[in-house]
């Protein structure tokens, strides 16, 4: 795990690229990488790599990057882990490539010397790199297939910028940071801009399972090279004890795959099913003490999970650790916090991700495993069961004409501006229902088409309207499913939900969070459920064998029956969050209003004050929750004035 940039100054006749620069374009990401800092530049000084290390496999001055083949003509730098290096090196020796160390990097280097851009098709494991092909003077860069790991870039005046971080790239001399109002619009509702759009104007992010070459005249060709619907890839009818025992044995080679490592690892345990599975599942696959990490929070204990933990960490015989946060830490942690997103992350997960990433890195662990991915791969989360209902009451009702359910929403509104507070929820109801044809959007979704219509009704929006025309946020997961549905017409509801969170939800905003929070405390997360073999096979299961009597997680649960304890299994989910409800309630709601009411961004005229007002009200008086929609605002005001002011 590192962090990675560079420039191809295609089209420049002095670049003035640098040593110099590329050391500082590197150092923007320390935290990646504290263990060594590297640069290559190409002898006409056009081309430039920076890297930051975090060691952990091979810790020996031989895995120093960038790195190149033997004779110099290929160079790469790497950010990730890559789990087949070792079966993958055998094939490669046999071939006749020589190795010059013992790191996983070699082997992408090797590979693509053999396979030119099809490497990617025989790597199993988290990637963004860069390969520079001085023969070819062409510039080759790739992001796994699951967008684990981040690839940001941008194109002017005749120079690529590139780096695992945006911060990285805003370093190079006349890179201005302009606010993309089409990434801010759909940000408001996906809680973060959907690949290839970032919040700063001109600088994009390579979406998961893309790769792209930026050739000497400065013509970039992008690519799509995996996608979770495999063509031809058909539903297996099996048993459903089948489906049970294949996920069992897949996710137990994949939890052991990820065990790679020089440096010590343990597990950000919660106490639910995954991390727990995690834990059972590793104990397997080591003789030393497992290291647990958990965290929880002051005041509320209703959030806290640390009794299931413990139960755990005690079965396992774990080196259990705890941190216990409130207001007060989450306040003073804000402008770190959005200083290592780059861009905003609406998640307040982000928090306590960090002070659980923290407690691991003090403990000296450099390697966690997480859970991210299982709830989407097994329909985890109860907004999902309620989705698909409505999809099926949608097929019931779809004949209304939306004159008619545009019309009933308009008097919802009038009824909920005079305070009649169930109006809010039949409005929302209408809109999944109807203005939105009933289609999944995604699991976390907060502003949506007319709420966004009162917020941005000010000049500023207005005008950007004109001129551009009204986006719209429908249509993001409306390409997703319909690219779906052209090829592979008899995909289920569920699997077409499950589709969309893996092209938006779960690269760019679960998977990021991930990123961003654990390497700002410069420790690697690993995701064993998301091995892309795994995502393949359960993505395939039929819908029936993933939801039984409507329960949530039922084939998982089937799965890890006698791995885990039935009273960890059974317990109601309560997921991993914070009480920032309460907080913007009563601690800190004073500084939610003064932040939003009084912040740059409202002083800009970007959003209309008095709906503002309106959300603050109903949300510190309790007449409705509006934390969700307050940090959304909140994490922004907070961004804009670390990044554009």
Request: net charge neutral; with cysteine; proline share 5%.
């Amino acid at each position: 795990m590192c962090g990675i940039a560079g420039v191809y100054a295609y089209g420049q006749s002095n670049p003035g690229l640098s040593h110099r620069f590329l050391q500082i374009m590197a150092d923007t990401m320390v935290h990646r990488g504290p263990d060594d800092r590297g640069t290559y530049l190409s002898p006409d000084q056009r081309l430039g790599l920076a890297f930051r290390r975090l060691a952990i496999i091979d810790l020996s001055p031989a895995g120093h990057q960038p790195m190149c083949n033997e004779d110099g003509t290929v160079w790469i730098v790497f950010n990730g882990e890559i789990y087949n290096h070792a079966e993958l090196r055998l094939l490669l020796e046999a071939k006749g490539h020589v190795y010059r160390s013992r790191t996983d990097t070699e082997t992408i280097l090797h590979l693509y010397e053999e396979h030119d851009e099809d490497c990617v098709h025989h790597l199993r494991g988290m990637f963004a790199f860069a390969i520079w092909d001085e023969r070819k003077r062409r510039l080759f860069l790739a992001r796994d297939r699951i967008g684990i790991k981040p690839l940001y870039y941008t194109q002017q005046s005749g120079a690529f910028v590139f780096g695992s971080e945006i911060k990285a790239i805003l370093t190079y001399p006349g890179i201005e940071r302009n606010i993309n109002l089409e990434a801010l619009y759909h940000y408001l509702t996906f809680m973060v801009p959907p690949a290839p759009l970032t919040m700063f104007s001109g600088i994009y992010k390579l979406p998961a399972g893309y790769r792209m070459t930026v050739d000497a005249s400065g013509t970039i060709k992008q690519e799509q090279y995996w996608d979770a619907i495999l063509p031809g890839y058909s539903k297996k009818e099996e048993a459903d004890e089948y489906y049970a025992e294949q996920i069992r044995e897949m996710l137990k080679e994949s939890i052991r795959l990820r065990t790679m490592s020089d440096v010590p690892y343990g597990v950000l345990l919660s106490g639910g099913i995954d991390s727990s599975t995690i834990v059972a599942l590793l104990a397997d696959c080591t003789n030393r003490p497992i290291n647990t990490f958990s965290v929880g929070f002051k005041q509320y204990d209703t959030y806290n999970e640390l009794q299931y933990a413990r139960q755990i960490a005690k079965q396992f015989k774990t080196n259990h650790y705890e941190v216990i946060i409130d207001h007060r830490d989450a306040l003073e942690y804000m402008p770190q916090l959005v200083r290592s997103q780059d861009e905003p992350i609406a998640d307040w997960v982000c928090i306590p991700l960090y002070f659980v990433s923290k407690l691991a890195r003090d403990n000296g662990v450099i390697v966690v495993q997480v859970g991210e991915g299982s709830d989407e791969l097994f329909c985890g989360y109860p907004y999902y069961l309620q989705s698909l209902r409505r999809q099926l009451l949608w097929s019931y009702i779809s004949w209304v004409p939306r004159s008619v359910w545009e019309t009933t929403a308009e008097v919802f509104q009038m009824l909920e501006r005079i305070g009649i507070a169930p109006a809010r929820r039949g409005r929302h109801l209408l809109q999944r229902l109807s203005i939105e044809d009933g289609l999944f959007w995604g699991g976390a979704i907060v502003f949506r088409g007319l709420e966004k219509d009162i917020l941005l009704d000010v000049p500023l929006w207005r005008s950007f309207r004109q001129k551009n025309g009204h986006p719209d946020s429908a249509k993001v997961p409306y390409l997703f499913y319909e690219h779906l549905k052209n090829r592979k017409p008899a995909a289920d509801p569920l699997e077409c939900m499950i589709y969309i969170e893996l092209k938006q939800r779960l690269p760019e905003l679960l998977l990021m969070r991930v990123d961003k929070i654990t390497m700002s405390a410069s420790i690697e997360a690993r995701v064993p459920f998301l091995d892309h073999r795994l995502v393949e096979f359960t993505i395939s299961i039929p819908m029936e064998v993933k939801i039984q009597d409507w329960q949530t997680k039922a084939l998982l649960k089937r799965a890890v029956t006698g791995l885990i304890p039935d009273s960890i299994i059974h317990r109601p989910k309560q997921g991993f969050s914070a009480p920032v409800a309460e907080w913007f309630r009563n601690q800190l709601a004073n500084e939610v209003k003064t932040a939003l009411l009084e912040g740059q961004m409202m002083k800009e005229g970007y959003f209309n004050t008095a709906y503002v007002q309106e959300l603050i009200g109903a949300h510190q008086r309790g007449l409705d929750n509006c934390a969700v929609k307050l940090w959304n605002l909140y994490n922004l005001e907070m961004w804009y004035r670390c990044w554009i002011c």
